[in-house]
């Protein structure tokens, strides 16, 4: 149980361009989403949490204009990077969290996202 | 705000050897700690750690949290090439991570 899955893995796009990753989890619902990105031999850094129905909240540094998070239901949150550039590439992350009290966080594969 | 230090950054360990890795916290609203192991992709949830003195096992890997001194160890006994990997803490509200160990197990 408790498996989350992104989609694309794998996405290469144009500068300027705007690209949705999706996160789901499978099998259970989460209350809560988490988004990362991880840079090469960095750890994850925490860009924002989701909870359903209402808005994200963003962590210092990271604009809300350019990542637009929706978490729309129990089992699905978006990441959209909006007028992408190459400094926008990296490995994106999610993970859910099932239940209020419940601390387990269950990774997604993650989305390498390459902007040229 | 929330602080996650793990150290060593990085160890390399023959195979046999035990290793013991670091992470200490600074997190408000602290109700759990994690530990993860990450190898190509996303991490992979190892223990959560929610009371202090009580050691979780799975394997050879065991981990322990001291809620007064803020720290937790990661312990791994009898290690194998197939430990390789970054290990990550996370403590907070919202999951800040550490900056992980990176293990090397050598054959």
């Known amino acids: ?116 | 705000e929330d602080k996650v230090v793990q150290s060593p950054l990085s160890l390399v360990v023959h195979e046999g050897d035990t290793v013991t890795l670091n992470c200490s916290y600074e997190v408000t609203n602290f109700r759990s700690l994690l530990w993860y192991k990450q190898e190509k992709k996303a991490p992979t949830f190892l223990f959560m750690l929610t009371s202090s003195g009580i050691e979780k096992k799975s394997g050879r890997l065991s981990s322990i949290l001291d809620k007064k001194e803020l720290f937790s160890i990661l312990n791994i006994t009898a290690t194998q090439t197939g430990d390789s990997a970054v290990y990550l803490c996370a403590g907070g509200q919202n999951f800040v991570f550490g900056p992980g160990t990176r293990l090397s197990v050598l054959p």
């Not at chain 1, 590439?89 to 993650?110: H, L, M, V």
Request: proline letters at 3%; aromatic letters at 10%; charged letters at 20%.
């Open chain 1, 1 to 116: 149980g408790a498996v989350v899955s992104q989609h694309p893995s794998r996405v290469i796009c144009k500068s300027g361009t705007s690209v949705k990753i999706e996160c789901r989890s499978l099998d259970f619902q989460a209350t809560t989403m988490f988004w990362y990105r991880q840079f090469p031999k960095q750890s994850l850094m925490l860009m924002a949490t989701s909870n359903e129905g209402s808005k994200a909240t963003y962590e210092q540094g990271v604009e809300k204009d350019k990542f637009l998070i929706n978490h729309a239901s129990l089992t699905l949150s978006t990441l959209t990077v909006t007028s992408a550039h190459p400094e926008d590439s990296s490995f994106y992350i999610c993970s859910a969290r099932a239940e209020r009290g419940w601390d387990e966080q269950y990774f997604g594969p993650g989305t390498r996202l390459t902007v040229t």
